[in-house]
């Protein structure tokens, strides 16, 4: 039985890597498909016909120099695509969007990762996203290098992975702070070995934000 919202919900998953954050994303909207909910699934690069081409460039895992400023256009040329094209669009069809990574993953790594000013970035975010933000974030937290272990698993690293622990201590930090400044927003998940057990919390909070969202609407 189809479940109906009276206005869309914007639900984005967050963390360092190898936190498992598309995992639990894509399972926690496959849930909500099959309890009746219209809902979309997509990420950050990447998630239209040009961000793919992006990300390409973004997530090389060789020989492709790139400054820093350079690295932030193109992370927002690719967010500034995907809010016109899909996120608000979807939203505005009443739907739920399950998005991995959003624009809090550009503060964390340009802002608190490269040290760049996080009022200049914040102004560019703000003209790509057209001040689209997240109902809930969801921010899957783990271990620095345990999470860069797990990372190393699944493939070849690419430009982000092979960044310094250093940057993703800071990376790591940086997420931690702007949930501690915005708890209405952001609900921060323990990473377990087990994954399922992970899941669990996910879905509670995932869950009750539309519960949530349904009586306000």
Do not use: W
Not at 71 to 79: G, I, M, S
Not at 201 to 210: D, L, N, R, T
Request: aromatic residues 8%.
């Amino acid at each position: 039985m189809e479940k109906k919202l009276t206005k869309g919900l914007f639900i984005a998953f967050e963390g360092p890597e190898g936190c498992g954050k598309s995992t639990q994303a894509k399972r926690v909207y496959e849930e909500l498909s099959s309890d009746g909910y219209e809902a979309v699934y997509t990420a950050e690069p990447g998630g239209t016909p040009l961000g793919g081409k992006i990300r390409e460039i973004l997530l090389m895992k060789d020989g492709l120099a790139m400054g820093n400023g350079s690295e932030l256009f193109l992370f927002e040329a690719d967010r500034a695509q995907h809010v016109e094209e899909v996120i608000r669009p979807a939203i505005e069809a009443g739907k739920i969007v399950i998005c991995d990574r959003y624009n809090t993953a550009t503060f964390a790594y340009q802002g608190y990762g490269l040290g760049m000013d996080m009022d200049f970035v914040k102004k560019v975010d703000g003209f790509s996203t057209g001040g689209l933000a997240p109902d809930l974030t969801i921010l899957l937290d783990v271990d620095v290098v345990t999470g860069l272990e797990r990372a190393g698993k699944v493939g070849p690293a690419d430009r982000m992975e092979k960044r310094s622990v250093g940057f993703h201590e800071k990376v790591r930090e940086g997420y931690l702070a702007m949930a501690e400044a915005s708890p209405d927003r952001f609900r921060i998940i323990d990473v377990h070995e087990d994954k399922d057990r992970t899941y669990r919390s996910v879905k509670e909070e995932v869950y009750g934000a539309v519960e949530r969202h349904k009586r306000a609407g």
